[in-house]
């Protein structure tokens, strides 16, 4: 499985358009048990579903679930880590090239919208789970380590002030991670993507914001 590109001509557009971006066997089982388990997980909560609920939303039986997955718990962490290691492949994608600053937070603005946009009840849950499955296991990559090394590489290049990355990556996220809760809320409408070059501008705005020394 290979990694889609990000359309130059298009870097908001969202890189998550096909389904074989994701899924290597698009008409499975499997994918149709993911798909109900990440809509009730984003909906109802990992603890408030049961798998007699999953595989009834698949139209399978109960037991089909234990085949690939030996527990719900299980099944939840496969599709936060799935999520996950897209996301954390997708924003690597954007390092490097000579790309500016404002190029890969355009890029990666792009990634997040396409993929809320594409594969809402995934993106959801894993907007929503945070908490129970991160940090990840010391040594695995992810998104926000990814993120912060873009916005380093940033600062060595003078392309934005020097301050804590760690923080102003916190910051970046933030923009991002609140309005998609606003849509999982119910405040915001429709798709995210009419959205990003917004987003993209707010990440940016951050991210060259001079440090405040007269506190």
């Not at 590109?5 to 089982?29: C, K, L, N, R, V």
């Not at 954390?88 to 603005?109: N, P």
């Amino acid at each position: 499985m290979t990694l889609a590109p990000i359309h130059e001509s298009d870097p908001a557009a969202g890189t998550f358009d096909t389904d074989s971006d994701w899924f290597e066997h698009p008409s499975s089982t499997r994918r149709r048990l993911e798909e109900a388990a990440a809509r009730l997980f984003s909906t109802k909560g990992i603890d408030g579903t049961t798998t007699r609920e999953i595989a009834r939303a698949a139209g399978c039986s109960e037991g089909v679930i234990y085949r690939h997955w030996p527990s719900k718990e299980t099944l939840a962490r496969y599709l936060f880590m799935s999520v996950h290691r897209r996301i954390t492949a997708h924003v690597r994608s954007t390092i490097g090239k000579g790309a500016r600053i404002e190029d890969q937070v355009r890029a990666i603005v792009g990634i997040y919208c396409g993929l809320a946009d594409w594969q809402w009840d995934r993106f959801a849950f894993h907007l929503l789970s945070t908490n129970r499955f991160l940090p990840t296991p010391e040594g695995e990559d992810n998104p926000v380590d990814a993120l912060e090394d873009i916005v380093r590489a940033a600062m060595e290049r003078g392309e934005i002030p020097r301050r804590d990355p760690v923080v102003v990556t916190a910051m970046a996220l933030g923009v991002l991670f609140q309005t998609a809760l606003h849509k999982v809320y119910g405040r915001i409408g429709g798709q995210l993507r009419p959205h990003a070059p917004a987003i993209t501008r707010a990440v940016i705005a951050v991210l060259k914001a001079e440090e405040n020394r007269a506190a």
